[in-house]
């Protein structure tokens, strides 16, 4: 199973801005579809965006436009810039992978929090 640690996650004032990092263990992140998640209080666990192997990418209509996923072959590691927040962007956000050889896995989660 492939082992995934965010980081990044914080308190920001709305309008402003966080950078979310995953860091993925194995030697072949390359293959990976990974995925960054967010789950508020009180509500289920939802998709924020998507990146395959071959870039391709997908957001939810709620975030296009402000964030940016992306991802670094070379460091195992996936990112999503986070622009222009809201409160509503308030939830702890997860990592998720998926490989045809290593399944799903899922990070521990950050908390990000956007408040004045």
């Known amino acids: 199973q492939v082992q995934l640690v965010e980081s990044g996650g914080g308190l920001v004032q709305p309008g402003g801005s966080l950078r979310l990092s995953c860091l993925a263990s194995?030697?072949?992140?390359?293959?990976?579809?990974m995925a960054w998640y967010r789950q508020a209080p009180g509500k289920q666990r939802e998709l924020v965006a998507t990146?395959?192997?071959?870039?391709?990418?997908y957001y939810d209509l709620s975030v296009k436009g402000r964030f940016t996923i992306s991802r670094d072959n070379t460091r195992n590691t996936v990112y999503l810039q986070m622009n222009s927040l809201k409160p509503e962007d308030t939830a702890v956000y997860y990592c998720?992978?998926?490989?045809?050889?290593?399944?799903?896995?899922w990070g521990q989660g950050t908390q990000v929090t956007v408040s004045s």
């Open positions: 998720y992978s998926y490989g045809t050889l290593s399944g799903t896995s």
């Open positions: 194995g030697s072949t992140f390359s293959s990976y579809t």
């Open positions: 990146i395959t192997p071959g870039e391709s990418i």
